[in-house]
C-alpha cells in the first residue's frame, strides 16, 4: 500500500501557472501507474494527466499542450505541472495510483485503488 499527500494548490489568476505535487510514502519500491484527477462540486471526477511505469504520459484534451506530469522516483514525487490557466480548471485536485498492471488505457477513478486527500485549485479571470 502507499500514502498519496497533495500539495500546492491554491487561488491564481488566468493566464499564471501552478505546480502540484504529490508525496508517496510506504511500500514506494513497488511500480504504480499515477494520475492526477479533478473534480468540480456536483460533477464527475475527471482524468487530467497520467503516467505509466515506463514513463509514457497521457493528457486529457483540455490540458494537453499546457500540461506536464512526471516523476522523481528518487524523492517519491509525482509532479502536475500546469501553465496557462483558464478558470475551468477550478477544481479540486487529486493524486492516484493504481497498484496491479498499468497502461494508459485506465483512465476513469475506478480504476485507481489509492487516493490522496485532494488540493483545491482556484483560477479566477
Known amino acids: 500500500q502507499v500514502q498519496l499527500v497533495e500539495s500546492g494548490g491554491g487561488s491564481m489568476q488566468a493566464g499564471g501557472s501552478l505546480r502540484l505535487s504529490c508525496a508517496v510514502s510506504?511500500?514506494?519500491?513497488?511500480?504504480?501507474?499515477m494520475a492526477w484527477f479533478r473534480q468540480v462540486q456536483g460533477k464527475e471526477r475527471e482524468g487530467v494527466a497520467f503516467?505509466?511505469?515506463?514513463?509514457?504520459?497521457r493528457y486529457a484534451d483540455s490540458v494537453k499542450g499546457r500540461s506536464t506530469i512526471s516523476k522523481d522516483n528518487a524523492k517519491n514525487i509525482l509532479h502536475l505541472q500546469m501553465n496557462s490557466l483558464r478558470p475551468d480548471d477550478t477544481a479540486m485536485y487529486y493524486c492516484?495510483?493504481?497498484?496491479?498492471?498499468?497502461?494508459?488505457?485506465?483512465?476513469?477513478?475506478?480504476?485507481?485503488?489509492?487516493w490522496g486527500q485532494g488540493t483545491q485549485v482556484a483560477v479566477s479571470s
Open positions: 510506504g511500500d514506494t519500491g513497488r511500480r504504480y501507474c
Open positions: 503516467i505509466d511505469d515506463f514513463g509514457r504520459t
Open positions: 492516484a495510483a493504481r497498484g496491479y498492471y498499468c497502461d494508459l488505457t485506465l483512465i476513469t477513478p475506478n480504476m485507481y485503488n489509492y
